[in-house]
């Protein structure tokens, strides 16, 4: 089986049918296009997206119903080309992460541009909203209590 | 933030090189034609701000290690789908 060594997990090991192909790649990362979908159990419900162009380069994302509830996705004609769907797919067809940052100050998650995966197909995009109605940078508050004053 | 009138058709200029033009109002829609040098990089807003999302949301080893300190409330249902009508 095919594997690489990653700078955050070590080496993973994959099967072909884990490769998510984003024929666009992501904003800012347009040339990293296979990206493996990896859960780590002793991590809880997060899903991990691994470049397997840059070893350097992954995500941590949650499924966006997780963050939001009644989260609506919005896909666009292009979103749909990317996919290769002629219509819009049923909602236990794809996944829908948002994509999280974490800081030292806090936490948040991308809600404007979920990326979105066609589980059967593994073809991915990052749906990027025209409107305003999710956050891109959703606060998350049950992450880790904030450093307090005199910690390391 | 310079204000300016423009009707179907007309162009706006930005220094030499940068050309905007007025192809079509529809439906509280504008779609405009731009020609620029290749070398300057045109997006619509919220892509410039997916791509600064995402290059602060890339992984560091550090980050990853507070991850066991969440805890993510449960949630059983799907998102609903639907299709933006505006073209890209």
Known sequence: ?152 | MLVIRRKREQTIRIGEDIEITVLEIENGQVKLGINAPREIPVFREEIAATRRSNQGAALSAAALHTLGTYSVPNSPTEPRVSISNSSS
């Open chain 1, 1 to 152: 089986m095919p594997e690489i060594v990653t700078r955050q997990f070590g080496i993973l090991v994959y099967t072909a049918d884990q490769i998510v192909h984003f024929a666009a790649g992501l904003p800012g990362f347009e040339e990293c296009r296979e990206f493996l979908l990896h859960e780590e159990p002793a991590m809880g419900p997060f899903l991990f997206l691994q470049s397997l162009a840059d070893p350097n380069l992954s995500f941590v994302t949650l499924p966006a119903e997780r963050l939001e509830e009644n989260y609506e996705l919005t896909l666009s004609r292009d979103d749909l080309a990317q996919l290769e769907l002629p219509t819009l797919p049923a909602p236990d067809e794809v996944y829908c992460l948002a994509i999280l940052q974490l800081q030292s100050q806090g936490a948040n998650a991308n809600l404007a541009a979920p990326l979105v995966i066609h589980k059967a197909k593994r073809l991915g995009t990052q749906a990027v909203r025209q409107d305003r109605r999710y956050s891109a940078q959703h606060p998350i508050l049950w992450g880790p209590p904030t450093a307090g004053q005199g910690g390391d």
